[in-house]
């Protein structure tokens, strides 16, 4: 004999599966994710590569001298020379990303601030006027006898990197949002099947069937419950796999992520997939609660629609304010689990904070089912007329 | 036997959220269905008859009364009793996306049939109701009578021996109507208790051994077919309904 939480659960997993709408939430919206990894990653490496190894026109109202020209070959410039007007034209019509003038010995560097490649030309330059400038102080200097080496380098000044390699800006970014993507993968997951088992079986007639078997109400709602989170925590570990996997491609394809080791480790793995599992079932328990309330189909989709923001804001918040966790944080639903995600994808694991979280997760759900429990003794909700 | 006493049952309308009206959807309805009988439950729309049935079928709580199935209660044995009931109404719909087949496992494992004895149950029902053709095809494919006849297999597969069947006919063809009213009269014959609950007069007075005639949630008569109409000096239910409300006017 089976019991009657399992039984509902297999009916309710029956139809989730067999549901080509339940299907697609499950398993095509994690495919986002690799598009979103790869595509903030390119998006990355384009940036900074930008100016890099671009060739720029750059128009002087002047004839350059042979150690000019050197230099402009050495800096990647494609020289045009013409009149101050003339140049001012091509600039405006984007025929040359910037141009300089000269009288006497000063320089000007006339650039389109609105224009992209005019700014990024603008480094180039620079560049360019302060090598030209270092070649005639140099020359000056051993005109007159003096070594242009002590004068010049009369102080020294280094660049030492002390941030830890795998804090890299773009890899913790992108890991973060990816994070964020899967938290709102699982609750787009969680909302199709929450509907469809309660308002959408309340609106189809079949719920009233359900009430008619030797079921305690009971029984129902944790067969529900556990369905609709075991089809977000596949959508969810879906999800996290693809991450993954893009991560890899990302990280041998794409410049910005040199040097660095962008693949998570075995423990941010295994406690980001807790991480996950806690997430589905909470809000696999809102999605009922709020879709329960409901009397159509429709009626519980608007109602659940605010919970995909609800679900995602409290995490980009929590990014962008570079927060630290404390024992409060740990335990408000939503901006605990990007928090602890983050400190454990930057290797710093705690083990108290992460039991807040699944403590207080275990509490609301709790909760979350006694109130839906509650729902489905009341005749209010169960019969729309 | 169903001892059904006192039953009450108080909704209050609300618009808007806030409550506007109170009234009694079932007001003091009691009465006893014994083995073998067909009990008629009459009345128009929103006489009370739907309620009346859910809370015999445990569906709904009854605001006060009390509903004993052999002198067991909901309140101490809900799970025994439903084990032992059928309840067919117009609301319960079944589920499309599954074969005729799977619905009656599910149903066979919901009502706790011996898993050895499940395909020999759903074999002889297919077989009864003529369903073998379509026994493994999706409900959603099916006609309206073929589906009727599924749903009429869920609630004979675990051998119950109460039925509660709520408009069961209503809204389908008379072919669909007739599996329903044939189906009755053999459980009748197999000492099965069955509440019926119609607006088609004819077709109460056909089947009922006994027959409540139910208006604005009172019963307004109550006796077999014969009885009723004899007291109200009319030819059919129909016209004996119509004699105890004053007319169509007076009900207006």
Not at chain 1, 109 to 132: C, G, P, R, W
Not at chain 2, 83 to 109: D, F, H, P, R, V
Request: hydrophobic residues 40%.
């Amino acid at each position: 004999m089976k019991n009657n939480t399992f039984l509902v659960l297999k009916k309710e997993l029956r139809e989730v599966f067999r549901d080509k709408k339940s299907l697609a939430m499950m398993l095509i919206v994690p495919f986002m994710i690799p598009l979103l990894v790869i595509g903030m990653s390119a998006l990355f490496d384009s940036n900074v590569s930008k100016g890099v190894d671009q060739v720029f026109t750059i128009g002087f109202d002047y004839q350059l001298s042979d150690i000019e020209k050197e230099i402009a070959k050495n800096n990647n410039i494609k020289v045009k020379i013409e009149e101050d007007s003339k140049l001012k034209k091509l600039c405006q019509e984007e025929k040359i990303s910037l141009y300089i003038t000269k009288n006497k010995d000063s320089y000007t560097i006339n650039y389109d601030q609105n224009k992209e490649k005019s700014n990024l030309a603008l480094t180039v330059a620079e560049e360019f006027l302060n090598q030209y400038k270092v070649y005639l102080q140099n020359n000056y200097l051993e005109n007159v006898h003096i070594d242009s080496n002590k004068v010049l380098n009369i102080l020294a000044i280094d660049y030492k990197k002390i941030g830890k390699e795998e804090d890299n800006f773009y890899a913790s970014y992108v890991t973060s949002y990816a994070f964020l993507f899967v938290i709102m993968a699982i609750t787009i997951s969680a909302t199709y099947p929450a509907t469809d088992t309660t308002a959408g079986e309340k609106e189809r007639g079949t719920l009233e069937t359900l009430l008619t078997f030797p079921i305690k109400s009971k029984d129902i709602i944790i067969g529900k419950f556990l369905s609709v989170s075991l089809s977000s925590v596949i959508t969810g570990v879906l999800s996290f796999i693809l991450a993954i996997i893009s991560l890899i491609y990302a990280g041998g394809a794409f410049d910005i992520y040199k040097d660095i080791n962008i693949i998570p480790n075995i423990p941010t793995i295994v406690i980001t997939i807790f991480i996950i599992i806690c997430y589905s079932l909470l809000i696999s328990g809102l999605c009922i609660a709020i879709a329960s309330k409901s009397k159509t189909f429709k009626e519980a989709q608007s109602a659940l629609t605010p919970i995909t923001f609800i679900s995602f804001f409290p995490g980009i918040i929590a990014f962008l304010t570079n927060i630290k966790t404390s024992t409060i944080l740990a335990i408000i639903p939503f901006i605990n689990y990007t928090q602890i995600f983050t400190d454990v994808s930057a290797n710093r694991i705690n083990y108290f904070y992460i039991s807040l979280m699944v403590l207080s997760t275990f509490v609301y759900i709790g909760l979350v089912i006694g109130y839906i429990i509650k729902q489905y003794k009341s005749e209010k909700v169960l019969f729309n007329n | 036997m169903i001892k059904v006493t006192n039953l009450k049952k108080k909704f209050i309308k609300q618009v808007n959220g806030k409550k506007t009206n109170e009234f009694f959807a079932v007001n003091d309805i009691s009465f006893e269905a014994h083995d073998g009988q067909i009990i008629g439950i009459l009345g128009p729309n929103g006489a009370g008859k739907t309620t009346l049935l859910r809370m015999i079928g445990g569906i709904l709580n009854p605001t006060s009364g009390s509903i004993f199935f052999d002198n067991m209660s909901y309140q101490k044995n809900e799970l025994q009793i439903k084990q032992q009931i059928a309840y067919l109404s117009g609301n319960t719909k079944i589920y499309k996306s599954i074969s005729a087949y799977e619905l009656l496992k599910m149903c066979c494992e919901f009502y706790k049939v011996p898993s050895e004895d499940i395909e020999k149950r759903i074999k002889e029902i297919a077989k009864t109701l003529e369903m073998e053709s379509f026994l493994y095809n999706r409900i959603e494919n099916l006609s309206t009578g073929q589906a009727q006849r599924v749903n009429i297999a869920r609630c004979l597969i675990h051998n119950p021996k109460y039925y509660i069947l709520d408009e069961a006919t209503s809204g389908l063809d008379i072919i669909s109507s007739q599996i329903i009213l044939d189906f009755i009269k053999k459980e009748k014959k197999k000492k099965k208790i069955i509440l019926y609950s119609t607006h088609y007069m004819e077709e109460a007075e056909n089947i009922c051994d006994l027959v409540f005639m139910v208006n604005k949630g009172k019963v307004i008569k109550s006796g077999t077919p014969e009885q009723i109409k004899k007291e109200t000096k009319t030819t059919n239910l129909r016209d004996s309904f119509f004699f105890l409300i004053g007319g169509v006017d007076n009900e207006k």
